[in-house]
């Protein structure tokens, strides 16, 4: 999967991505239904988003006046660049808190606090770091014990590129978070699908501004990009769904009919 793109539509390979075998299966092993939500299990249009910034100064602060640097420390502080009264990340377990901190984060699950409540916050969620490397990480969106159903079935991609060189359009580095997702397909999900595309776009504006801020703050030079989010029907984009790897043997990644009673009395309420 290529992280340099400076196009709109940056997020269409993560279509493709499923978390690699050895991923799914710590995951299913984790607990009584746990499992990898699949955007093709998804209900409605597909999400496809690329929110940049451009760094055109490095902080001059010791740690974050290189790109790796940076990058790191965003990763490792996260919750300094999103508002955690409408989003906060917390690593599910003690374990998964040793897990991220490290260099090879690959495998942690992350819980997402959406909110502090309101009549909108029926769930929070959670994520499986499905994917590392030195210049980018793949959150997937999965069930957990705790949460339940995450809101949104796929892939959010975490990462830097940078473009040089003699003739080349947009010459310089770039901080992006994008993301190829649908709602997960349960009955209060179905009626919310705005909602839900329109807070997470709401967060990932605020991400690129403080993104932006904080390298400003550090004797740096940061641009915030325009950015892109835009919803296409599934029917017209599952050409571009050609699997990274097969789902491993699971009933959880055999598509059955819809249970609503039973979606409903999962938690003794809507989910």
Same mark, same amino acid.
């Given at each position: 999967?290529?992280?340099?793109?400076?196009?709109?539509?940056?997020? +269409?390979?993560?279509?493709?991505?499923?978390?690699?075998?050895?991923?799914?299966?710590?995951?299913?092993?984790?607990?009584?239904?746990?499992?990898?939500?699949?955007?093709?299990?998804?209900?409605?249009?597909?999400?496809?988003?690329?929110?940049?910034?451009?760094? +055109?100064?490095?902080?001059?602060?010791?740690?974050?006046?290189?790109?790796?640097?940076?990058?790191?420390?965003?990763? $490792?502080?996260?919750?300094?660049?999103?508002?955690?009264?409408?989003?906060?990340?917390?690593?599910?377990?003690?374990?998964?808190?040793?897990?991220?901190?490290?260099?090879?984060?690959?495998?942690? +699950?992350?819980?997402?606090?959406?909110?502090?409540?309101?009549?909108?916050?029926?769930?929070?969620?959670?994520?499986?770091?499905?994917?590392?490397?030195?210049?980018? *990480?793949?959150?997937?969106?999965?069930?957990?014990?705790?949460?339940?159903?995450?809101? +949104?079935?796929?892939?959010?991609?975490?990462?830097?590129?940078?473009?040089?060189?003699?003739? $080349?359009?947009?010459?310089?580095?770039?901080?992006?978070?994008?993301?190829?997702?649908?709602?997960?397909?349960?009955?209060?999900?179905?009626?919310?699908?705005?909602?839900?595309?329109?807070?997470?776009?709401?967060?990932? $504006?605020?991400?690129?501004?403080?993104?932006?801020?904080?390298?400003?703050?550090?004797?740096?030079?940061?641009?915030?990009?325009?950015?892109?989010?835009?919803?296409?029907?599934?029917?017209?984009?599952?050409?571009?769904?050609?699997?990274?790897?097969? *789902?491993?043997?699971?009933?959880?990644?055999?598509?059955?009919?819809?249970?609503?009673?039973?979606?409903?009395?999962?938690?003794?309420?809507?989910?």
């Amino acid at each position: 999967m290529s992280v340099i793109e400076n196009g709109p539509m940056a997020a +269409v390979p993560l279509i493709s991505f499923r978390p690699p075998p050895d991923i799914q299966r710590a995951i299913d092993a984790r607990g009584f239904n746990w499992h990898i939500h699949p955007v093709e299990f998804g209900i409605g249009p597909l999400n496809l988003d690329n929110y940049r910034i451009k760094i +055109v100064q490095h902080p001059s602060v010791r740690g974050l006046d290189t790109t790796e640097g940076l990058f790191k420390y965003i990763r $490792l502080n996260i919750n300094q660049f999103v508002d955690t009264d409408k989003c906060e990340f917390e690593p599910y377990s003690d374990s998964d808190s040793r897990r991220w901190n490290t260099d090879l984060p690959i495998g942690t +699950v992350m819980h997402i606090d959406f909110g502090r409540g309101g009549p909108l916050n029926l769930e929070d969620g959670s994520v499986v770091c499905s994917a590392h490397s030195d210049n980018y *990480w793949i959150f997937s969106t999965v069930w957990t014990g705790d949460d339940f159903n995450h809101p +949104v079935s796929g892939n959010r991609q975490f990462g830097y590129y940078s473009i040089s060189g003699p003739g $080349l359009p947009g010459d310089g580095t770039y901080i992006y978070t994008r993301a190829a997702d649908r709602v997960t397909d349960n009955i209060v999900n179905g009626a919310l699908i705005n909602t839900i595309f329109d807070g997470g776009h709401k967060t990932w $504006l605020d991400f690129q501004q403080r993104m932006a801020r904080f390298v400003n703050s550090k004797g740096g030079k940061a641009e915030v990009l325009p950015a892109f989010s835009a919803r296409y029907e599934w029917s017209k984009m599952k050409d571009q769904h050609r699997p990274t790897t097969e *789902w491993i043997k699971s009933r959880h990644y055999i598509r059955t009919p819809r249970n609503p009673d039973r979606e409903l009395s999962t938690r003794g309420g809507p989910v």
